[in-house]
């Protein structure tokens, strides 16, 4: 059996029961040990998300100014020049509970049919994990098919969850304002497609390098992340190419390859999009981490008590977490192919 942590599972009611005692127990123990199993659903969230724990209802995030540049003088004992930041918009991101519960009868009990109790069991742990990276990927592309005015989206049929930055502008958006420039907007998302060779992605990593801060001071991050949907084989198998190949992707010539080795490619499991679109975002990994861009909170991670239902002798097992994600900012990601936003068009490039 694999080693694991302390559990998942808090309390186990049915321990004190003779008809549960024996597989009370293995289901506990099994609980546990799928917990430690790594998915791809976990890694996404811990790939994209800089994921915290939380002890709080919510967390306040939000930006602030930078010094400007040090000033030059040329007269001895002159005064440095006085500078200060201040803070800007900021918001709440307050948790979410979740809830699943099980039910292994007391037949199923009697006749030892331990692996469909197993089953169940690594049926629910594995739902939690899918539901976390399913939250954080609907957070993360609201914005790819429905447009970059979106602020909130929809998930398990409960609407009004927020998607926006900290400027309260969809985290993808075509007018993010500075705090000390708010008449100078930035926009992160573009229409055009990501095509058959790297032109595209140059031009939009290029582009977020550019990005600005809130003191209107360009910020430099080199963006080395590629995230698409996982039904776009066509835009896969592009930038599978591009990342790996040798040669230059798309040309009769004999060109090296400049992107191989530089980028890392995220498959996001939880992003589907309509028959005809293929948007892809561009991330700075170290933008992402330095500006705790993407952040994903755990309230209470998965947490699982068992215990015998008096009225029929079968036992329930019922998980419960909270969760939430959010973000900070916007200039470690920038946003291709998608249905609204600006439009890169210059001929030369």
Known sequence: MAQHNPGIVSKNAGLANDTWNVNAQMMEAYINDVNTEKSDYERFVSDVFNVKKSNR????IGQVTT??????????????????????????IQHTTFKKLFRITREMNEDNEVDLMQAKARGMVQSYKRTRADFASAALTANACAGSTVTSFTFGGVSGFDCTSADNKAVFAVDHPQATYPEQTQSNIFTNAFGNDDKMLHILANYGRNFKNNSGIVMGYTFDTIIIPSNTP????????????DL???????DINVNKGLWKLIIDPSWQVPAG????????????????????????SLD???????????MIWNGYSRFSCGFTSWQHMIMGGAAHGSTYSDPTV
Do not use: C, H, W
């Open 57 to 60: 209802f919510g967390e306040k």
């Open 67 to 92: 010094f400007s540049d040090f000033v030059p003088t040329s007269t001895d004992g002159a005064n440095a020049t006085l500078d200060d930041i201040i803070g800007g918009p900021t918001k709440t």
């Open 234 to 245: 066509n835009l896969e198998k592009t930038v599978k190419k591009i990342i790996k190949s």
């Open 248 to 254: 230059q992707v798309g040309s009769d010539y004999n």
């Open 277 to 300: 679109y293929e948007p892809y975002i561009l991330m700075s990994s170290q933008a992402n981490k330095e500006l705790l861009g993407n952040k994903f909170y755990d309230r209470v």
């Open 304 to 314: 699982v008590t068992g215990d015998v239902d008096i009225t029929t002798n079968d």
